[in-house]
């Protein structure tokens, strides 16, 4: 989200400064890259906002690429959703954006499926992005491109606000940090964006995003051995040009931010490629690695103003955050620009996603008690 924000800030002329602790941790580099708000069986604002961010990565793209003179990796490959039983494919949320499959058209979709699987769902329409070895490297080096600052290994520690009135906190005046030297500095910095992943509400507690781990794994396929994305219930397979399978990806919400790969992990995964491509669990693994998702409680993303003012937020995208930074960073970049005059969709989903909806929703019962 920093990336892709700060590079439209700087398309538009502005001049962007990018505090990162750590680049290699960012669930930017660790995400299976899909571009799937159908194949996910996202409902209500989530599933229009990724129908929204679809439709503009292709113009997204090809501005990153333009700017950075290299390749994103964007594939517009359609993904499949295998189930069990016909009755479970045609209670799936987003049946009627999807092409029914049965199991002979299943398996003309992907050959070699595994027999438990009898139907399913083929959304044409979703995609992936090359995000750990492209997207995010092209980003970059389009940023540098247009002079974006850069400082690599600078943790934001806190924010400092200005006085505030009649007890309220006043606005953002200036971030505090400690440099990749591990010198402590003061940033005087009238207007940022929080885009700190899952580490987010470190910075500012009131924000109600947690991690969620995930861990993945990559195996060499032979070329061409699968076309589409396949998107099983707790494992998919996400197919590179090259041949590359990216494999994800577990859940852990009760692992918190604890690092490294588990037995029981890696298992899960090799049992779900297993029952979902049996001839894959031939082919060799080349890397494993794990990361954490920006999780909300509605795990929709918080978009826009935040608790203080100009500080902005885009944070808390959960299993979306490659698909949905193309919207992010237009929606931002806006309302950072040009607070008061953002195009009507754009204030639609400011307010749909405005971090305020958890406070407003706690605050009823508080007013009962
Ligand atoms: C296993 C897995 C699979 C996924 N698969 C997909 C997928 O297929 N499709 C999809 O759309 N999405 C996917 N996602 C989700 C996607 O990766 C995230 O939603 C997205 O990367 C979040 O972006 P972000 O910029 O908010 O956070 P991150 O990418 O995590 O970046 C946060 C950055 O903030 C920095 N930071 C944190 N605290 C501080 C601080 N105090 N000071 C300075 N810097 C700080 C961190 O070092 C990090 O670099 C997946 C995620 C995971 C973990």
């Known amino acids: 989200m920093g990336l892709a924000i700060a590079h439209q800030l700087a398309r538009r002329g502005e001049a962007v400064q990018v505090l990162s602790r750590r680049r290699s941790e960012a669930a930017g580099f660790v995400a299976a890259g899909m571009l799937a708000p159908h194949a996910e069986g996202l409902s209500g604002n989530l599933l229009a906002l990724g129908q929204a961010a679809l439709a503009r990565v292709p113009h997204w793209v090809a501005q990153i690429e333009a700017d950075s003179g290299v390749s994103c990796g964007l594939r517009p490959c359609g993904i499949v959703v295998p189930f069990t039983s016909a009755a479970e494919r045609d209670a799936y949320p987003t049946v009627a954006w999807g092409e029914a499959l049965d199991r002979t058209a299943l398996e003309r979709e992907v050959p070699g499926i595994g027999c438990a699987w009898q139907a399913g769902l083929l959304f044409a329409q979703d995609g992936q992005i090359d995000n750990r070895r492209q997207l995010m490297r092209a980003l970059e080096r389009a940023c540098a491109g247009l002079g974006v600052q850069f400082q690599e290994g600078a943790e934001v520690l806190a924010l400092e606000r200005t006085a505030g009135g009649s007890g309220t906190g006043g606005a953002l005046a200036a971030v505090h940090l400690r440099t990749a030297e591990g010198e402590e500095q003061r940033l005087p910095a009238q207007r940022a964006v929080l885009t700190c992943g899952a580490w987010s509400a470190r910075l500012l507690p009131e924000l109600p995003v947690f991690p969620v781990k995930g861990q993945m794994l990559s195996l060499q396929a032979p070329r061409q051995a699968l076309s589409r994305v396949i998107f099983g219930p707790g494992t998919y397979l996400v197919p590179r040009s090259d041949g590359l399978v990216v494999v994800g990806a577990t859940s852990e919400p009760q692992a918190g931010f604890s690092d490294g790969l588990t037995p029981a992990g890696q298992r899960q995964l090799q049992a779900g490629v297993a029952s979902l491509l049996p001839e894959a669990i031939s ?78 929703r706690a605050q009823p019962s508080t007013r009962q008690t």
């Open 283 to 360: 082919w060799p693994p080349m890397e494993r690695w794990w990361g954490f998702r920006p999780c909300t409680p509605d795990e929709g993303p918080l978009l826009g103003d935040s608790p203080i003012p100009g500080l902005w937020l885009a944070c808390g995208h959960h299993r979306n955050g490659v698909l949905l930074a193309s919207i992010t960073a237009e929606l931002l970049s806006a309302a950072v620009l040009e607070p008061a005059s953002s195009p009507a969709d754009s204030i639609h989903w400011l307010n749909a996603f405005a971090w305020t909806r958890f406070r407003d």
